[in-house]
């Protein structure tokens, strides 16, 4: 019972070793590598190489925004020799542009059709004319006039309180810690701290699951460099701000609606 005991736990703990990369060798690091069998994702370091626990017949993927995902099925040979996990760049498909009129072929007729009108031409001169010719007239003082206003306790005062707060603002800014940017080991203990930490029920109401979630975290990531600027300074109120402005964005870009 015990040797069955032994050679179950060193089956668990297999591991494969890949590359990712994509097809026109272009370093597009980190990418989400996730094993869908296990459940369980690592990210790819500056080169492009991983590591992750798997065995034979597990699933694993390959994940990165504006990329075609790719999935590779274990074998026993992909233990003895790394994967190469190559990424497609996803199109983006230009909308159609419809011309109102029916092309006659000759294009200096054509291009006058395409131009713009006489009249709008006359304004938009007319109105840069405007806009660079000087005032005739001063501009209004928007003051208030002395006759309105009450009298000003604080003149020839010392703002105590504004010399106070200018000093604390000054401290502050002096103890924050130098921002920098993560290394590997950094950067993986945020990310993991990120989604642990962090109140990320928001997204669970548009049934993003685990796999969603680890995607939209890397993009976050990516367009406001959350861990150069958060990772000496976690704050869960800060970084869950942070999130939901870069959830905007994301949403629209991948047309999530809230279930």
Known sequence: MSLLCVSTMVFSQQKVAGLVTDNSNVNINPVLIINVSKNTSVLSDASGKFVIDADENDEIRAIKEGYYRASKKISKEDFNTPILMILQKAEIQIPEVKIAFKPTGNLEKDSKRLNESQKLRSLKSEMSKYMKSPLTEPLPNKTISKTFTGHDFNAGQVDALGIIGKAISLFTNANKPKITKANY??????MLQLKNDVNLDF??????????????????????NLSKKFRKDFNKNVLEFELKTAFVEYRKLNKLDAK
């Open 185 to 190: 080991i950094e950067f993986q203990d945020f």
């Open 203 to 224: 997204l669970k109401k548009y049934g993003m699951e685990d796999e969603q979630i680890d995607a939209f975290l890397l993009y976050a990531e990516e367009t406001r």
